[in-house]
């Protein structure tokens, strides 16, 4: 009886890719296709989307092939699933955008708004949960292929929208275009950090890649290019200076006279 018992069970997975309903008695499990999730979020990360076959996928997450396509279909919809299971860190960017007070008479303004957007994207960098997902934000952000320009379109353009437009608010005296160079600027800084490597060599081992602890650091260094990119005009500080220049006075100007002498 004992020497049956192999052939029921792989008699399961071949029915896998013919009728994938029947798979889910056996083999659908939670961590099973969270298994698949994680370990094309990783090889993607690593190796980009095009290089990644579903037979990969399928041995670094330990499951048998057919399952990868039981749970999320054809690649392209799993690497959309990886996004969307990420899609709340992108609610969490406009919460604490939304949360900025934005005024742009306040100089804290411009400094809390590209902390917002910063901040959650180094600390999913730093934890061992979304290590690779925000790897894999990056690399897709710099390499945008078809598929990726499809999920940016979907899941981040509205994100940099918002952020483009808080900009601008903030920085009044900017068009809205100008604006947007300032954000693509910002974030390229952010994926730079993300992605490089080569801090750790240059500063002779003393510095660690994406090292959370440089936060307040980067924000500074955004600021300070935004500003210096698009400063404030001073043509209104000047036309002030010149009123109160030439603005009357109550009194007329005091001026020296020599008494005229007397006929004698």
Do not use: C
């Given at each position: 009886?004992?020497?049956?018992?192999?052939?029921?069970?792989?008699?399961?997975?071949?029915?896998?890719?013919?009728?994938?309903?029947?798979?889910?008695?056996?083999?659908?499990?939670?961590?099973?296709?969270?298994?698949?999730?994680?370990?094309?979020?990783?090889?993607?990360?690593?190796?980009?989307?095009?290089?990644?076959?579903?037979?990969?996928?399928?041995?670094?997450?330990?499951?048998?092939?057919?399952?990868?396509?039981?749970?999320?279909?054809?690649?392209?919809?799993?690497?959309?699933?990886?996004?969307?299971?990420?899609?709340?860190?992108?609610?969490?960017?406009?919460?604490?955008?939304?949360?900025?007070?934005?005024?742009?008479?306040?100089?804290?303004?411009?400094?809390?708004?590209?902390?917002?957007?910063?901040?959650?994207?180094?600390?999913?960098?730093?934890?061992?949960?979304?290590?690779?997902?925000?790897?894999?934000?990056?690399?897709?952000l710099y390499h945008a292929t078809e598929e990726a320009d499809r999920v940016l379109?979907?899941?981040?353009?509205?994100?940099?929208?918002?952020?483009?437009?808080?900009?601008?608010?903030?920085?009044?005296?900017?068009?809205?275009?100008?604006?947007?160079?300032?954000?693509?600027?910002?974030?390229?800084?952010?994926?730079?950090?993300?992605?490089?490597?080569?801090?750790?060599?240059?500063?002779?081992?003393?510095?660690?890649?994406?090292?959370?602890?440089?936060?307040?650091?980067?924000?500074?260094?955004?600021?300070?290019?935004?500003?210096?990119?698009?400063?404030r005009p001073k043509t209104v500080k000047t036309a002030r200076t010149a009123a109160?220049?030439?603005?009357?006075?109550?009194?007329?100007?005091?001026?020296?006279?020599?008494?005229?002498?007397?006929?004698?």
């Amino acid at each position: 009886m004992s020497t049956r018992t192999p052939p029921v069970r792989r008699s399961g997975s071949r029915a896998a890719a013919p009728a994938p309903a029947a798979v889910a008695p056996e083999t659908s499990r939670p961590d099973r296709k969270l298994a698949i999730l994680l370990a094309a979020e990783k090889l993607f990360a690593q190796h980009g989307y095009h290089a990644v076959t579903i037979r990969q996928i399928a041995e670094e997450a330990g499951v048998p092939l057919a399952l990868v396509g039981y749970y999320y279909g054809a690649k392209h919809e799993l690497f959309h699933a990886i996004f969307e299971h990420w899609g709340h860190t992108i609610e969490e960017r406009l919460a604490g955008l939304a949360a900025v007070d934005n005024d742009a008479d306040d100089p804290r303004t411009l400094p809390r708004i590209i902390d917002a957007f910063t901040a959650p994207v180094l600390a999913l960098r730093a934890s061992a949960e979304g290590e690779y997902y925000a790897l894999l934000v990056a690399r897709e952000l710099y390499h945008a292929t078809e598929e990726a320009d499809r999920v940016l379109r979907s899941y981040f353009d509205p994100l940099a929208e918002a952020y483009i437009d808080a900009l601008h608010v903030a920085l009044p005296h900017a068009t809205r275009s100008q604006a947007a160079w300032g954000y693509q600027f910002a974030l390229g800084s952010l994926l730079h950090h993300l992605n490089d490597s080569r801090i750790e060599r240059l500063s002779r081992g003393e510095n660690t890649r994406a090292d959370p602890a440089v936060a307040p650091m980067l924000v500074n260094f955004i600021v300070g290019g935004l500003r210096a990119a698009l400063p404030r005009p001073k043509t209104v500080k000047t036309a002030r200076t010149a009123a109160t220049a030439t603005a009357p006075t109550d009194k007329p100007p005091r001026t020296r006279t020599t008494p005229r002498r007397q006929k004698t």
